[in-house]
């Protein structure tokens, strides 16, 4: 947290977030959601708006691995409500033996410290779009 604030910042409720997805609390996951959030899962075929359905996906998600972490290799605020990181997901799928890693760029975009939406990536394709939003929101 930034000196003398008592509200976490944006990349320290990504951080969070990971931490409590680890721990499997979905609850504490969806809470930083914004009611009307939207997450375009490029990677995932998947585009849900709203949290109810935000939650029905990730649920089904969670569901689909007997194991899964998260990692983020790195997450920068970018200014004017943009924050970009670099999420490893880690995780054996039900039934399976084997594990399975993607490195995703994940671009957040922040309103009134809930996520508004999150849009998953490649790396380098989710870089350039949130500076590019970065920049246009400026």
């Not at 075929?45 to 790195?74: H, K, P, T």
């Not at 799928?93 to 999150?118: C, N």
Request: glycine share 10%; aromatic share 10%; proline share 1%.
């Amino acid at each position: 947290m930034s000196e003398g604030s008592t509200t976490p910042s944006p990349v320290e409720l990504v951080h969070k977030q990971a931490e409590d997805a680890n721990r499997g609390d979905l609850d504490a996951v969806m809470n930083i959601f914004a009611e009307d959030a939207t997450l375009d899962g490029r990677g995932a075929g998947n585009f849900s708006e709203g949290r109810a359905a935000i939650r029905s996906f990730v649920e089904d998600w969670f569901d689909a691995y007997e194991e899964l972490r998260f990692e983020f290799e790195e997450a920068s605020d970018l200014g004017n409500g943009v924050v970009f990181a670099v999420c490893i997901q880690d995780g054996r799928l039900v039934g399976s033996g084997g594990h399975i890693r993607q490195r995703e760029g994940w671009v957040y975009i922040w309103a009134r410290g809930l996520i508004a939406r999150l849009t998953t990536y490649d790396v380098a394709e989710g870089r350039a779009a949130a500076e590019r939003l970065a920049d246009e929101r400026a």
